[in-house]
């Protein structure tokens, strides 16, 4: 076994076998390529990458291609590459965090800023929550501190209108499957403080106002009543929002 495949490749689903080849045959020459451009990276010009990279399409070292596309500064192509090659999918998320380590560590001069690279994930939402939408929650938490609306707007200004529902219900209902423990404090102490209005902080008390808005919807009609259910869905707004449609 020179290739030092696993006993049971054989047995394998085909559909699983690419992810193992990638794995046994090229990750590790892949890795090698990686150590050696970092080595010489800042002694090569604009060009001589270049010339690297249409090499590297030939090839499927995928996270060597990422890694020389960033160098160029090309996060959009880097982002398509994860998007579009199942293989390294989910690497895009420690590869999110290595960029904002290396752009907080770098220069206010740099070519890309930080807010460039929150731009960048806002336009691709749509991609990052159909891939992995608790992964999505937690990149909020660390690009856009804790700010789940701001997602919710960006899925409103770059999804396809016909998917906006399907994006904000599945990012929604997850920050609250997610954050359940927080929101049931947060409602407990206004109801323990005996305040004027009991619920969530403002934060989420928008989410769940908007899950109700889609939750009204044909589609989702059916699942209104276990989420009106729970004793933090602010009653009157959401009695409001079933009145009003």
């Known amino acids: 076994n020179f290739l030092n495949l696993p006993q049971n490749f054989a047995s394998v689903k085909e559909k699983e076998k690419p992810q193992l080849l990638y794995k046994y045959l090229i990750e590790k020459n ?22 690297f990279c249409k090499d590297a399409d030939l090839c499927p070292m995928y996270m060597v291609r990422v890694y020389l596309h960033q160098l160029l500064h090309n996060y959009q192509k880097c982002l398509s590459m994860f998007f579009k090659v199942k293989i390294i999918r989910y690497n895009v998320f420690s590869w999110l965090q290595e960029i904002q380590e290396s752009i907080m560590h770098q220069s206010s001069n740099t070519t890309c800023s930080y807010s460039d690279m929150q731009e960048l994930v806002l336009k691709n939402i749509g991609s990052f929550i159909e891939m992995d939408t608790q992964s999505t929650v937690l990149l909020c938490d660390s690009w856009f501190k804790n700010d789940y609306y701001q997602i919710v707007n960006a899925i409103e200004k770059y999804c396809l209108e016909q998917k ?17 423990t927080t929101i049931q404090e947060e409602y407990m102490q206004t109801v323990i403080s005996g305040a004027n209005q009991v619920g969530p902080s403002e934060k989420y008390k928008r989410l769940i106002v908007k899950l109700m808005n889609i939750l009204c919807c044909k589609k989702y009609r059916k699942l209104a009543a276990s989420y009106v259910a729970k004793e933090y869905f602010p009653i009157d707004e959401c009695l409001e929002i079933c009145e009003r449609e």
């Open 30 to 51: 892949e890795k090698d390529v990686l150590m050696m451009i970092k080595q010489i990276e800042d002694d090569i010009d604009e060009d001589v990458i270049k010339r």
């Open 164 to 180: 906006q529902n399907e994006l904000c219900f599945s990012f929604i209902n997850k920050v609250i499957e997610m954050r359940q």
